[in-house]
């Protein structure tokens, strides 16, 4: 599978980019927490080169924490990036970035005459509006839950001690490896309407039950046919599809005739997970990205 996801906003925005890099200081680049590796552009790795780096991992409030911290150890490189994790929503949680920046520029001439100028990148959805308006103080960016809000680069000033230039988000020409997709359409990052929710909703169910196999039969209290709490193990197809029918009739989700609305049941499943309802989860480990994940097309 490829899946195809370049709106034309976004090749302007990698021609902005790299003519806006030579103005700025440093980068600091968003992930989201959950999934740093496929919440990564490789491309913007490949247009920042060469500039100290302040990464950022985003939403780390619902991010598996032990997780999240070999996340931010694989990452972090020498004097010139460093990774933290942060909540976007919770000021004190970036309080150490301008120092953590200024600290990245250590040893420039002009760090103690000036603000640093930093260029904030990131795939849509992993936050950077919200960031900017949090260490604002107020609001500079627009900011939503979905892909795609900020169009345009802007300049805003933070602090004495810092400056950002915000960009709109740029992700793949295409999704080649099947799994970046998937991750990156569970969190949000990409339109639903670019995989069926049902596919999403399978193919979180069945790394859910090989990671968190307590989260989901908890959560939705799920029991097998003998009435009894259903047991873990390798979850097939076609038990995702029964648990999704479960999870349906638990919360009354049922449609005319009495019949469970399975697409409803995925889109709250898939609703609660994003926004940490269901717990703290991670979604790539950081020795074995892939670890849990398998990617489930749903037959026609």
């Not at 919770?90 to 100028?117: A, D, T």
């Not at 260490?135 to 892909?147: D, S």
């Given at each position: 599978m490829s899946i195809q996801w370049f709106p034309g906003h976004m090749t302007r925005t990698k021609k902005l980019i790299r003519e806006n890099l030579k103005k700025v200081d440093m980068v600091i680049e968003i992930l989201d927490a959950r999934a740093p590796l496929a919440s990564r552009n490789p491309l913007l790795g490949e247009l920042t080169q060469g500039k100290p780096r302040l990464i950022l991992l985003n939403k780390a409030d619902l991010a598996d924490p032990v997780v999240?911290?070999?996340?931010?150890?694989?990452?972090?490189?020498?004097?010139?990036?460093?990774?933290?994790?942060?909540?976007?929503?919770?000021?004190?949680?970036?309080?150490?970035?301008?120092?953590?920046?200024?600290?990245?520029?250590?040893?420039?001439?002009?760090?103690?005459?000036?603000?640093?100028?930093?260029?904030?990148?990131?795939?849509?959805?992993?936050?950077?509006?919200?960031?900017?308006?949090?260490?604002?103080?107020?609001?500079?960016?627009?900011?939503?839950?979905?892909?795609?809000?900020?169009?345009?680069?802007?300049?805003?000033?933070?602090?004495?001690?810092?400056?950002?230039?915000?960009?709109?988000?740029?992700?793949?020409?295409?999704?080649?490896?099947?799994?970046?997709?998937?991750?990156?359409?569970?969190?949000?990052?990409?339109?639903?309407?670019?995989?069926?929710?049902?596919?999403?909703?399978?193919?979180?169910?069945?790394?859910?039950?090989?990671?968190?196999?307590?989260?989901?039969?908890?959560?939705?209290k799920l029991v097998d046919d003998k009435g009894e709490k259903m047991s873990n193990g390798d979850l097939q197809v076609s038990d995702a599809h029964i648990i999704l029918e479960q999870i349906a009739r638990n919360r009354g989700l049922l449609v005319s005739g009495g019949e469970a609305d399975k697409e409803r049941a995925a889109r709250l499943l898939i609703k609660e997970l994003r926004d940490g309802i269901i717990g703290r989860i991670s979604l790539e480990d950081s020795k074995d990205p892939s670890r849990g994940w398998e990617f489930t097309r749903e037959e026609q």
């Open positions: 999240t911290d070999a996340w931010i150890r694989k990452l972090s490189e020498g004097n010139s990036i460093k990774a933290i994790a942060v909540n976007s929503r919770n000021k004190r949680s970036l309080k150490s970035i301008p120092k953590e920046c200024k600290g990245l520029c250590k040893g420039k001439k002009w760090v103690n005459r000036r603000p640093v100028r930093a260029m904030i990148v990131g795939i849509p959805n992993v936050g950077k509006s919200t960031v900017i308006n949090t260490l604002a103080g107020k609001k500079k960016a627009a900011a939503a839950n979905k892909p795609g809000v900020t169009k345009d680069m802007q300049r805003v000033p933070i602090s004495q001690e810092i400056q950002i230039l915000d960009t709109p988000g740029i992700l793949w020409h295409k999704f080649d490896d099947q799994l970046v997709g998937l991750k990156l359409a569970t969190l949000g990052s990409i339109k639903d309407a670019v995989l069926l929710i049902d596919e999403i909703a399978v193919s979180a169910l069945r790394y859910l039950n090989s990671i968190y196999p307590e989260i989901v039969s908890s959560r939705f």
